[in-house]
């Protein structure tokens, strides 16, 4: 079971990033598919959820608006789009699938003028 996460890099306030995350190795169709991110020191937080249908979506409240989440089930890849990025959305983002409690590796996104 893998999960492989691109995307990530420095951005301008104000500015669009959007994440990949490819799957390998258990039936990604299947699944929910979430995002999470951590700051050093703090806690990971979930950002967004999708079901494995790709019909039903949840964000927490400080992306409601700026982040989708998507997925192709075909493709076995769960994406982040993250529009009018902020300095406190810098942090590492992380793919996840309740498949044995798999983590992605993180990507770093850094949101800096």
Do not use: H
């Amino acid at each position: 079971v893998q999960l492989v996460e691109s995307g990530g890099g420095l951005v301008q306030p104000g500015g669009s990033l959007r994440l990949s995350c490819a799957a390998s190795g258990f039936t990604f169709s299947y699944y929910r598919m979430s995002w999470f991110r951590q700051v050093p020191g703090k806690e990971r937080e979930l950002v967004a959820t999708i079901n494995n249908g790709g019909y039903m979506t949840d964000y927490a409240d400080s992306v409601k608006g700026r982040f989708t989440i998507s997925r192709d089930n075909a493709k076995n890849t769960v994406y982040l789009q993250m529009n009018s990025l902020k300095p406190e959305d810098t942090a590492a983002y992380y793919c996840y699938t309740n498949f044995r409690g798999t983590w992605g590796q993180g990507t770093q996104v850094t949101v800096s003028s």
